[in-house]
C-alpha cells in the first residue's frame, strides 16, 4: 500500500472520529440534554434580537452595541464552548479550530430562525 494510500485512511478515519465524536456531544449539547438546553438556549434572545450572532469557529459573537449581560453571557458561553472543544481536540488529535467549525455546523442547525452567521471570510448571512 502506497503511503499516500495510507494517509488518506488515516484521515479519513479521522474525520470521521472528529465527526463522529463531535456530532454525538453536539445533540447532547444542543438538543437532547436537559442541562443543555438550560446552558445554551440563553442565547436564543439575543440571537433572535440580532444582537448576538455565530461564527465559523464555533463562537459566539456579540454584533453592535450590547448590554454588559449580554457581554457577559457571551463570554461564559465562549469559554465553556473553547474548554469543550480544546478537549475534544486533544482526544481527537485535531486543532481546536476544526473541532469548533464542526460544532459550528451543529449550533447553525439548532440556532432559531433570524440568527447571523458570520463566515469565515468575514460576511454575514442570517438563518
Known amino acids: ?71 457577559a453571557l457571551v463570554d461564559k458561553v465562549n469559554a465553556e464552548r473553547k474548554a469543550l472543544y480544546a478537549e475534544r481536540a486533544k482526544t481527537q488529535g485535531v486543532s481546536i479550530l476544526d473541532i469548533g467549525k464542526i460544532y459550528a455546523a451543529e449550533i447553525i442547525k439548532s440556532a432559531p430562525a433570524g440568527t447571523w452567521f458570520l463566515s469565515e471570510s468575514g460576511q454575514w448571512a442570517q438563518k
Open 1 to 71: 500500500m502506497s503511503e499516500q494510500s495510507l494517509s488518506f485512511k488515516r484521515l479519513n478515519r479521522r474525520q470521521w472520529l472528529v465527526g463522529a465524536g463531535a456530532a454525538a456531544l453536539g445533540l447532547a449539547l444542543f438538543g437532547l440534554s436537559p442541562r443543555a438546553n438550560a446552558e445554551v438556549r440563553p442565547l436564543d434572545a439575543p440571537r433572535v434580537a440580532g444582537t448576538v450572532g455565530e461564527r465559523y469557529d464555533g463562537y459566539a459573537v456579540t454584533r453592535g452595541t450590547v448590554t454588559p449581560d449580554i457581554t
